[in-house]
């Protein structure tokens, strides 16, 4: 169903007006700040909820700038990252062995396993942040995410098993990825010490319509973040 946005509040709710004119309060499924995405007016679409019982009947799913949709629904992206590593598309011979594993003192969302039984252990974070031309996360400071990375970073170093962050870029008009330093510089940091001690990084690009969520393709780290050199 499409709506435009009335306002977004209370991080997790927002009131939106139905193309039928009536107003409705959904659930937004996101966590972060949704900088950029969050103007009132901006066209907005719902699905319904599963649970009749619900409180909120609505999900917000995906906003509209400009030409493009946004998904927004972060409760989708480990689903989505599943369906990339069932498609062989992160790599040919991996294999999902267990979702949301605990190791240190987090917990991350997917432990692998190549064709050789050697396991990765992987982060995904969703992406809907647009600066000029680029991907950017996050779009809030998010000291979750930077330990997160610090605990891939020991994986990488103890070197009994591998590391992988993955990034999935929610809309279709971005060229490259970086992280946001200019909102989180501790995070950025993080990141390139993880790169630099083999923690590996992917962000693959997504099409969001209306019918459905499309497979757009690997996207490569913006040329000059790292001293020059695309690491991704």
Same mark, same amino acid.
């Given at each position: 169903?499409?709506?435009?946005?009335?306002?977004?509040?209370?991080?997790?709710?927002?009131?939106?007006?139905?193309?039928?004119?009536?107003?409705?309060?959904?659930?937004?499924?996101?966590?972060?700040?949704?900088?950029?995405?969050?103007?009132?007016?901006?066209?907005?679409?719902?699905?319904?909820?599963?649970?009749?019982?619900?409180?909120?009947?609505?999900?917000?799913?995906?906003?509209?700038?400009?030409?493009?949709?946004?998904?927004?629904?972060?409760?989708?992206?480990?689903?989505?990252?599943?369906?990339?590593?069932?498609?062989?598309?992160?790599? &040919?011979?991996? %294999?999902? *062995?267990?979702?949301?594993?605990?190791?240190?003192?987090? #917990?991350? =969302?997917?432990?692998?396993?190549? /064709?050789?039984?050697?396991?990765?252990?992987?982060?995904?974070?969703?992406?809907?942040?647009?600066?000029?031309?680029?991907?950017?996360?996050?779009?809030?400071?998010?000291?979750?995410?930077?330990?997160?990375?610090?605990?891939?970073?020991?994986?990488?170093?103890?070197?009994?098993?591998?590391?992988?962050?993955?990034?999935?870029?929610?809309?279709?008009?971005?060229?490259?990825?970086?992280?946001?330093?200019?909102?989180?510089?501790?995070?950025?940091?993080?990141?390139?010490? &993880?790169?630099? %001690?083999? *923690?590996?990084?992917?962000?693959?690009?997504?099409?969001? #319509?209306? =019918?459905?969520?499309?497979?757009? /393709?690997?996207?490569?780290?913006?040329?000059?973040?790292?001293?020059?050199?695309?690491?991704?």
């Amino acid at each position: 169903m499409e709506g435009t946005l009335i306002r977004r509040y209370k991080r997790f709710l927002a009131d939106v007006r139905l193309e039928g004119g009536s107003k409705v309060t959904a659930f937004c499924p996101n966590s972060g700040s949704m900088l950029g995405l969050r103007e009132p007016g901006i066209p907005v679409l719902l699905s319904p909820a599963e649970d009749p019982a619900r409180k909120t009947r609505w999900t917000l799913e995906a906003v509209r700038t400009g030409r493009t949709w946004v998904g927004v629904n972060t409760h989708l992206t480990n689903s989505l990252a599943g369906l990339l590593i069932d498609k062989g598309i992160l790599q &040919a011979s991996l %294999s999902i *062995v267990r979702p949301e594993v605990s190791i240190g003192k987090s #917990r991350l =969302d997917y432990l692998l396993e190549d /064709g050789e039984g050697r396991q990765t252990y992987m982060e995904v974070k969703s992406v809907t942040l647009r600066i000029g031309d680029e991907a950017q996360f996050p779009d809030a400071v998010t000291t979750r995410g930077a330990k997160h990375l610090r605990e891939l970073t020991g994986i990488a170093r103890n070197g009994s098993a591998g590391a992988m962050m993955l990034y999935l870029v929610q809309r279709s008009d971005c060229l490259c990825f970086r992280t946001a330093d200019h909102i989180d510089p501790g995070y950025g940091n993080e990141l390139r010490e &993880a790169m630099r %001690s083999g *923690v590996k990084a992917q962000a693959h690009g997504l099409s969001f #319509r209306r =019918d459905g969520v499309y497979y757009k /393709g690997r996207m490569e780290l913006c040329p000059d973040y790292l001293s020059g050199r695309a690491l991704l």
